[in-house]
């Protein structure tokens, strides 16, 4: 069964400190790439995706993700961070030749301290 | 703001009840999908309807069932409720059948006591 994984559960870092969230997925076929954030009492919204082409993605904000297939990984990184950065981030996974289903992790909560 | 709105916003009631959870997607999308968001088991895909039909079926439950009408707002069904459905679900949106981005709203909250 496909699986998505978000080793870090909480990160806390200092403002302009440099970020790394971790995202493995199990399933060795074509895969669409998302992550999600959460801002505190908001909805989730996209941040960035990857479907083909250039690995490295940028979204929103500063943000960044790079496809790594040998790695099944999807690590998302920003060079700065900001107190607004404050948030839960999630990565998901669709297997595109599966099926239309998919997979969240279970989400990083980012704390950014001023 | 993303567009798609779900209704109530907060829901309170007890075990065995049965409840209707409301989303309208955004103006033109025609898929709507339903998740679940709890502590323990995180995000989790309910189901999804494309244009009235039932196009993916994720990690939901017998008693859970949902359906889309002719003017693409959606229902979720939740029938003997259980403390352990307590959770945020949330309706999410996209343009077409496919899976490409999402536009969440912004939850439903569920407390069954």
């Known amino acids: 069964a496909q699986s998505v994984s978000q080793h870090n559960h909480h990160v806390i870092l200092s403002e302009a400190a440099s970020l790394e969230l971790g995202c493995n997925y199990s399933y060795g076929g074509t895969v669409n790439l998302f992550w999600y954030v959460q801002y505190p009492g908001q909805h989730l919204q996209l941040l960035l995706k990857?479907?083909?082409?250039?690995?490295l993605v940028k979204g929103i904000k500063g943000f960044e993700a790079e496809f790594i297939k040998s790695k099944f990984s999807f690590n998302l990184r920003k060079p700065s961070v900001q107190w607004s950065d404050t948030a839960e981030y999630f990565c998901?996974?669709?297997?595109?030749?599966?099926?239309?289903?998919?997979?969240f992790g279970k989400g990083t909560r980012l704390h950014i301290l001023p | 703001d993303s567009g798609v709105t779900q209704t109530p916003k907060h829901l309170i009631t007890a075990t065995g009840q049965r409840v209707t959870l409301r989303c309208s997607p955004r103006?033109?999308?025609?898929?709507v999908y339903w998740y679940q968001q709890s502590l323990d088991q995180g995000l989790q895909f309910l189901i999804q309807?494309?244009?009235?039909?039932?196009?993916a079926k994720g990690n939901i439950l017998e008693r859970f069932s949902a359906q889309q009408f002719p003017d693409l707002h959606s229902e979720l069904n939740l029938s003997s409720l259980e403390l352990g459905d307590s959770a945020l679900y949330f309706c999410?949106?996209?343009?077409?059948?496919?899976?490409?981005?999402?536009?969440f709203g912004p939850g439903t909250r569920l407390t069954v006591l």
């Open positions: 103006s033109g999308d025609l898929s």
């Open positions: 999410a949106s996209s343009p077409t059948g496919r899976l490409d981005t999402q536009y």
């Open positions: 998901a996974v669709n297997a595109m030749d599966r099926d239309d289903k998919i997979i």
């Open positions: 309807y494309y244009n009235g039909e039932e196009r």
């Open positions: 990857y479907f083909s082409g250039d690995p």
